[in-house]
């Protein structure tokens, strides 16, 4: 008899109630595990039927087996329908009627057989399936010895059955096994989904936050050249559709994660932003830094983050920017000499934190004669504790 299916049944004797809420059939025969299996492996009943063919038995006893056969019936698919069957039930009962009709019938033992075979698949651990089977084995025999049934006839009830549930003890294990692993791997699944919305939220708020901040202060300095500088106000509004279309890319860069156009670009584009903004810039980057692409990315979303929170909070007059080697570290440090706050972090502070601790590097930021944020990275390849899925 093949292995009789799959499903982590709920019903060991520690769980509370019998629900008759049926499962749907689609789910029962879709199932990944057993599949069609329930409809065929109940045709091993025919054995139960063998005796009162070969031995043209009377109408009565074929009323009596016929009524045997249609409750194991009950029994045997509410294993599969029911979202909640019981041992106790299902194969307490095949046991009984294995009892109740071996005296009459020795394909009475067919009972005690699926019995075997399902209770592996019905208990939450190998002892209990043992523990089982030798309850099983040990009715079959002492009724066989009580009818004086022959070595055939006890082998067939008691011992034939113990093997069967021996060998679904191995396949009931491996079940469990793969049914943790499915569900380690859906959690897995989940989290990086998680990991990969929780990126684009930084990445888009990094990305759209600075660009809206740089267009703002192109249109607003537009606005007020318009009348004594045309040209000038032309240019700059060229500029904003210029940083528009890049804004654009920008997004879908970060949607698919390829956000960085490179460290020395953004340092660049910050400068720029500031003068933009009326703030004296001063920039000091070590030209031998050489950073992996990861360190790279992380600390140009961290410049564009900085820079634009000194635009828009800080009030600084002038900004300083410094990237250096220290020890094996790169150390990024941005300092303005605007209205410190000591407020707590906000997404996008909050954000580049992540970020840079991820890959097991430090943000410290101080707000002592003004703002002065400090990043540290390693200059070597760190694998991120969690990181997003790439699209």
Not at 112 to 122: N, R
Not at 171 to 193: D, G, H, Q, T, V
Not at 233 to 239: H, S, Y
Not at 299 to 319: D, G, I, K, P, Y
């Amino acid at each position: 008899m093949p292995f009789m299916g799959s499903r982590e049944f709920n019903t060991d004797s520690e769980s509370r109630g019998w629900s008759l809420k049926l499962r749907p059939i689609r789910s029962v025969f879709h199932d990944r595990d057993h599949g069609w299996g329930p409809l065929l492996w109940w045709l091993y009943l025919g054995f139960f039927f063998v005796q009162p063919v070969v031995e043209h038995v009377s109408r009565t006893k074929w009323l009596f087996n016929i009524l045997g056969a249609a409750i194991f019936l009950l029994l045997y698919f509410g294993i599969f329908l029911l979202e909640r069957p019981r041992l106790f039930v299902h194969v307490g009962g095949m046991v009984l009627l294995g009892v109740l009709f071996l005296p009459y019938n020795p394909g009475g033992c067919t009972f005690f057989i699926f019995a075997a075979a399902m209770i592996p698949f019905m208990v939450a651990t190998q002892a209990r399936a043992v523990a089982g089977l030798v309850m099983i084995g040990a009715i079959a025999a002492i009724e066989g010895l009580l009818l004086r049934a022959g070595a055939w006839e006890l082998f067939w009830a008691a011992v034939f059955p113990m093997f069967i549930g021996a060998g679904n003890i191995f396949f009931a294990e491996r079940n469990r096994m793969n049914c943790e692993l499915r569900k380690a791997n859906e959690e897995i699944e989940n989290l990086a989904k998680v990991a990969e919305r929780e990126r684009i939220a930084r990445d888009l708020h990094d990305v759209l936050g600075h660009t809206l901040s740089v267009i703002t202060l192109k249109s607003e300095l537009a606005g007020k050249l318009i009348e004594r500088d045309p040209e000038r106000a032309g240019k700059e509004i060229r500029e904003v559709e210029q940083i528009s279309r890049q804004a654009l890319t920008d997004v879908r860069d970060a949607i698919r994660g390829y956000r960085s156009k490179g460290l020395v670009a953004e340092l660049a584009q910050a400068k720029t932003t500031l003068e933009t903004a009326g703030l004296a810039v001063q920039c000091d980057a070590a030209t031998t830094v050489k950073l992996p692409a990861m360190q790279e990315s992380v600390l140009s979303l961290a410049v564009r983050e900085a820079v634009t929170n000194v635009v828009r909070h800080s009030q600084a007059r002038s900004c300083r920017m410094r990237l250096e080697q220290q020890n094996g570290s790169c150390r990024l440090e941005i300092h303005d000499d605007g209205c410190g706050s000591s407020n707590g972090e906000g997404n996008g502070l909050r954000g580049m934190r992540e970020r840079v601790e991820m890959i097991g590097g430090t943000l410290n930021r101080s707000t002592e004669a003004g703002t002065t944020l400090t990043i540290t990275l390693p200059l070597k390849e760190v694998a991120p504790e969690v990181e997003g899925r790439q699209n």
